[in-house]
């Protein structure tokens, strides 16, 4: 079992940063592959980037390249998001989710994930 939990979210004006935390505790975390999800109410859940567990491969879908970047420190169980030049588009609440696999690969579909955090909001407003 992984346990998750987010943390860093909150109400920032469009053109702002927020950097997401998410800590994981259970099992080896530097076997996990990690990945940050959002959603607004009444969308689906969409992927936002992932990360291998190395560290060594990334991936964000369209919306987010060369604004949000994340990352991770194995030593400390944590995984980032760091979300700048942030749009009120971006409002949602963001879930990180950890993904158990044998290659250090990016998982891109929640159905790869296993374990999921509880969420925090972010708010953009314009």
């Known amino acids: 079992q992984v346990q998750l939990v987010e943390s860093g979210g909150g109400l920032v004006q469009a053109g702002g940063s927020l950097r997401l935390s998410c800590a994981a505790s259970?099992?080896?975390?530097?076997?996990?592959?990690m990945g940050w999800f959002r959603q607004d109410p009444g969308k689906e859940r969409e992927f936002v980037a992932a990360?291998?567990?190395?560290?060594?491969?990334?991936y964000y879908v369209d919306s987010v390249k060369g604004r949000f970047t994340i990352s991770r420190d194995n030593a400390k169980n944590t995984v980032y998001l760091q979300m700048n030049s942030l749009k009120p588009e971006d409002t949602a609440v963001y879930y990180c989710a950890a993904a158990e696999t044998v290659h250090s690969i990016v998982v891109l579909t929640a159905e790869g994930y296993d374990y999921w955090g509880q969420g925090t909001q972010v708010t953009v407003s314009s």
């Open positions: 990360i291998s567990w190395s560290g060594g491969r990334t």
């Open positions: 259970g099992r080896t975390f530097s076997s996990y592959a």
